[in-house]
């Protein structure tokens, strides 16, 4: 068995297969061409933050561990090629030296590349990709060469509230990357994307002290949400002092003599800058899949079956960001890089290479986030995922509490439904809300799996006491509106 | 539409009614015979506890608003006769008067009452039950006479945390009787039954700043858990300064010469008390139906169809507290007296009494709830439950985190499932845990509610990022081990 790669994916299959196979009956190398294993890449904004006290902590296993357990990690090794008739991989060592290694299997799980559009200045000094450890540890480098001070850990919701620069506060970015820290002015942060690494970097920058702007071309933050519920976001986020910059594409980024970022221009503005945060998503890495003729869906991820076996090629499997996952209610495939899909896929190839049998079912696309003390969630299709697979529908958006109003913190929320029109089936749900409000997308996420209706959720035997829930949970009012909206639609 | 009963069941299925039909097509009238209507049972402990301001928060709809809705209110009105041939029901007003009232469709709402057994001075003053709105504001002068002050509000999470008497306190109830608050020394409360409400209560009297002591016959607090989960609420309990005497029957509340309460004595004990809280549970409060000749299920409450019909009688309905609900994972009835369902059944009642139609579809024994910040909860059947219902099964426990274990406020919880042996299909659920335990188990209520296997619990698409949970939910640890036991089995 050949993995290729050594995050969530490739390394999940790897300790997978050995728990199922002694080392008599499988032999299993990985090949890595970073330093690292098993990290989590999701908690890299949170390690920017502060909320997380070392690098160390990302790491689930590194490689010495997962050799211990029987598993050949090498690591500073990139795979440079994939010959599937002659079932063997080549593999460029650190010292450029190229090596054939044969396989029975093969595990394709190269992860995701960051966008970065080809715009000026996009490779200047000051300007941060937050893909992987070595770009969180350059960017909290430079955090800590502008006098950035990490904030006291462990208090994660909590956020400085308004806008962090003072008013009338006319000085230039030059001024503040002058005066850093030690002249106590603030430093301006523009991150690039209003996504979900775009929020959450915006958290990790106001967390360090930033003044931050966020800029993205579509209308609304969270494009992983309905326009409405991104526009809940965004007044959110400018309460916390965060300025957003909507509907304006950037089109530089303009740097000063010494070479280091200065702003971020956009088609309507500039905006100072000393430091820049690329949030911008990610495409899935498969060009040496490509290259092997192994066959690509439309987001450009590989293919597989339910078994994560690339679709024709009976000993390469595939799983983690490279690939497209089928979405369970369209039938459709899509790239939806998450780490929990990721670990989900390398256990289901590690149990199917050593003999074993799991599948994939497929997802729903379930994603929940935050900012700061805002939760955002979603499940099943927005609207126009649900009209784009030809399916017609009622929406409905109501306002509840997380606990019984009269409990002490309930925290209001918004929750968005649609259903399918006639048969009432759930197709996807979104909610936005403070305090325990993000988790509540999986009651849906489970019931829209189901197959049941509005009216269905609307009489599930979910847990109620006051300080959990109204006696109807949030998710249910909803479904109760939906309901009544899906009859009244006809 | 006559209804008996103006709490939840009764008063959701009048107002749904009265929204589904106008003045001329429906005449509703409801009888209450206390002065309250659509309050929150649920929320008293809190109210006791401080954490609700006052009596009035408890109370989603007075008489006069329901009146103002269109619905005839008559407080203080009790029914003392069904006449289902006749159609009519009889009313006796405060001033003892009778009438009767004829009916097209009886809604039956009595709910429960709690269980009070006949001990030796169970009715001695300072002995108080928390079962509706008189209770409590009983409860609450008798703390006030006691100087036992509130807490500040807005900190329903936090309690006091180690025992609250000072060690080598050797004083008796009567030195602390005397001395109260003025003096400093700790009062006491013994609470008995350490169900749902006696965990609740408790909770509240740790924050009036009792010294408390919760006594039961059962091993172990919650018998709506196992007993190893329930085991974990213990351990809790004592960390908190709750003493626990378990597998101990109470067989006297002693009085003093005054008459006033001065310990509980249990087969084992004597455990001194300035202030007794009976939490026993409820019986359905069924004697005047039962008197009409309607059927009673095995626990003494009526027995309705999936429209929330009385069985065998067209005009006649019944839900809340009064009624046996339908388990959907067994077939049988049982009493399971809560809120949500009561809610839900009023909003069918209304519906059908209305001429819409809507069923409810049956429980899966969901049920949560916390003492201080240890949050308790339950879906499916125990394993007692299961052995019942000729169910066989493999049952996991598992230890996971609310969050990422890298990110701050990431705290332990305990979950147990049950899955059939053989199919792997779920049958069950217990959390014990910290922060956002208790209301994950809805995520296995659905699950479950659907007929889905361990393994399909596995591979559900659920909200993950580090602030809100592990890449693996907890419950999905829980199912991936559960999942594999199944197969162990064989």
Chains 1, 2 share one sequence.
Not at 428 to 436: P, S
Request: charged share 25%.
């Amino acid at each position: 068995m050949v993995v290729i790669g050594g995050d969530a994916a490739g390394m999940s299959a790897a300790a997978q297969a050995r728990r199922l196979s002694s080392a008599d009956e499988l032999d299993i190398v990985a090949f890595e061409r970073g330093a690292f294993t098993s990290y989590s890449a999701c908690g890299i904004p949170y390690w920017v933050a502060g909320d997380v006290g070392d690098r160390e902590q990302l790491i689930a296993r590194d490689p010495d561990e997962h050799r211990r357990r029987g598993i050949d990690v090498r690591t500073h090794t990139e795979i440079t090629r994939i010959d599937t008739d002659g079932r063997r991989v080549l593999a460029r060592a650190r010292d450029g030296r190229e090596e054939w290694h044969g396989y029975d299997d093969l595990v394709i799980a190269t992860g995701a590349v960051p966008l970065r559009p080809p715009l000026p200045g996009i490779d200047a000094e000051g300007v941060h990709g937050v893909q992987n450890l070595t770009d969180g540890a350059a960017l909290i480098d430079a955090l800590d060469r502008l006098g950035a001070p990490a904030p006291a850990p462990g208090d994660g919701d909590s956020c400085p509230v308004g806008d962090a620069r003072a008013p009338g506060d006319t000085r230039t970015a030059d001024d503040a990357r002058t005066a850093g820290r030690r002249g106590g002015g603030p430093l301006r942060a523009v991150v690039v994307g209003a996504g979900y690494i775009g929020i959450e970097m915006a958290e990790a920058m106001i967390r360090r002290g930033f003044t931050v702007t966020v800029v993205d071309q579509a209308a609304e933050p969270m494009t992983t949400l309905d326009p409405d519920m991104g526009a809940l976001v965004r007044e959110a986020m400018n309460g916390m002092g965060i300025e957003t910059v909507m509907g304006d594409p950037v089109t530089e980024i303009e740097t000063g003599d010494d070479g280091a970022v200065r702003a971020v221009r956009t088609e309507n503005g500039r905006h100072p800058a000393d430091l820049v945060v690329l949030g911008l998503g990610t495409r899935p890495q498969t060009e040496l899949a490509e290259a092997a003729g192994l066959p690509l869906g439309p987001s450009g991820g590989l293919l597989t079956d339910r078994a994560m076996r690339v679709r024709g090629h009976r000993h390469v499997w595939a799983g983690g960001d490279c690939v497209e996952v089928e979405h369970r209610l369209t039938g459709d495939t899509r790239h939806i890089p998450l780490g929990t899909h990721a670990n989900k896929h390398g256990q289901v190839i590690g149990a199917n290479i050593a003999g074993d049998y799991a599948t994939f079912p497929g997802v729903v696309g379930t994603a929940v986030s935050k900012v700061c003390d805002l939760e955002i969630a979603r499940t099943g299709l927005l609207e126009r995922e649900a009209t784009a697979a030809g399916l017609q529908f009622v929406t409905v958006t109501v306002e509840a509490t997380s606990r019984a109003g009269y409990y002490p913190g309930a925290e209001p929320m918004r929750v968005k439904l649609l259903a399918e029109r006639i048969t009432g089936r759930l197709l996807g749900a979104q909610i936005v809300g403070r305090e325990v409000a993000a988790k509540r997308v999986d009651t849906v996420a489970v019931a829209l799996t189901a197959g049941m209706t509005a009216a269905d959720l609307t009489m599930l035997d979910l847990g109620y006491a006051p300080p959990f829930s109204p006696v109807w949970d949030p998710v249910q009012v909803a479904a109760r509106k939906a309901a009544a909206a899906v009859r009244a639609e006809g």
